[in-house]
């Protein structure tokens, strides 16, 4: 296993992300890791709302849709009415 996934397990129950980190290295790890889980291509914001769902546990899912185009996972539109994810170089 290694770092990534031990930083991304550290915050999992049961599958599912119960809980964003407060430090910003780990709270990358952990977005790279439900961006990762949410399909490729325009998603409405109905859409990336329920992707996001399926990953965490907790109800803050604003929060984390935020995040996720803060730090350049996903763009958004500017009326914020479609997402898309942005290709990560590997």
Known sequence: MNNSETIVKNYMNDDLIFMLPKKRNRL???????ADKIPA????ETDINAQIQRVISFP????VRRDLVDFAFFKRTDDGRVYEKIQQPK
């Open 28 to 34: 990358t790890e952990v977005l790279a890791y439900i």
């Open 41 to 44: 291509g325009e998603l409405s």
């Open 60 to 63: 803050d899912y604003v929060s």
